[in-house]
């Protein structure tokens, strides 16, 4: 009799939930205000500049249209700082893959001092930029720096690496190897920690005695999915260079190390050009936003998939033939 009583005199569903909106838009409404204060309304901002001739400084200003991305596209400076930042990528991005893949192989079979490699090798992730950049900037030197010493112990002349326009890039490009190395090796580790132990049983058993075997037959296909979103993240972070380039070359010599982030950096602050500033801003916006749905597009098809293994597994282990 209770039960029906509490049934008759429950408010509605739909009244509990008006209820309950003025809760939500208490704890919600200042996390909504400092979203949009912070982030919609500067991007509001930028887009707008960007179809505009306004110039840092002043007071007033026009609507151009699209003159400014018009002007962007024949501009040979903007199209070389692109092609800086695309070369930039495709070395980094392939190369501290590779380097975070080993190093967390490497780590993941030692069983003893794990999480202090671990830590070592994410190190250069926590450290500021600014600070590493310095410390690389006296490393490169060209006559006192330590690489080229070493370099002179085994009887090789080591070249100006930040000096020349031939090598400058790469050598920002093996700084960024060495900052994005630790960041995939943590990414990799998640993965090689969720393999299932019998899967490596299993090759064992069909003939996979070699670790070289029991890589390409359980570890490679299990960290595919993983691997897609490591290569995607480290572009996006390959697009955002700009610390290492302002602190070390200031985009030289000879605009061999101008990337995209510090044209539209030079646009606004050294010539002023806040219209055209914004505009790169927006290229730029762009192009790391495709980049982000492809993320979350691989995310969730590292997730699917995980999920499907899972499943299968279950099946397996459930199934009237499989060993308990």
Request: net charge positive.
């Amino acid at each position: 009799m209770s039960d029906v009583i509490r049934t008759l005199t429950a408010p509605p569903a739909a009244l509990r939930g008006a209820r309950r909106w003025p809760v939500v838009a208490l704890y919600a409404g200042p996390a909504i205000v400092l979203g949009l204060v912070t982030l919609i309304l500067p991007l509001a901002v930028v887009i707008g500049l960007a179809f505009t001739d306004y110039r840092l400084g002043a007071s007033t200003l026009s609507l151009v249209g699209l003159r400014n991305f018009a002007e962007l596209a024949g501009d040979p400076v903007m199209r070389h700082s692109l092609a800086n930042t695309l070369i930039y990528t495709a070395l980094v991005v392939p190369a501290s893959t590779l380097t975070g893949l080993g190093l967390a192989l490497l780590i993941d079979a030692r069983t003893s001092l794990r999480g202090l490699y671990r830590t070592i090798h994410f190190l250069p992730v926590m450290a500021a930029t600014i600070a590493i950049a310095v410390v690389w900037e006296f490393m490169l030197h060209p006559s006192f720096g330590l690489v080229n010493l070493l370099l002179a112990k085994v009887g090789i002349a080591g070249p100006r690496w930040l000096d020349d326009p031939s090598t400058a890039l790469l050598s920002l490009a093996m700084i960024g190897v060495w900052q994005m190395a630790g960041f995939n090796m943590v990414l990799f580790l998640t993965g090689l920690t969720a393999i299932p132990a019998q899967y490596y049983e299993a090759a064992a058993v069909d003939g996979a005695a070699r670790a070289w075997d029991r890589f390409w037959l359980v570890t490679w296909p299990m960290l595919r999915p993983i691997t897609g979103f490591v290569i995607v993240i480290s572009m996006i972070r390959s697009f955002q260079l700009f610390e290492t380039v302002y602190v070390i070359t200031g985009g030289g010599p000879q605009k061999s190390t101008e990337v995209l982030l510090y044209t539209m950096f030079s646009e606004a602050f050294e010539f002023f050009r806040t219209g055209r500033a914004a505009a790169i801003a927006v290229v730029f916006l762009l192009l790391v936003g495709v980049l982000t749905l492809v993320k979350f597009r691989v995310a969730l098809l590292g997730s699917s998939e995980g999920a499907s293994h899972g499943s299968s597994e279950g099946a397996a282990r459930r199934s009237p033939g499989h060993p308990s």
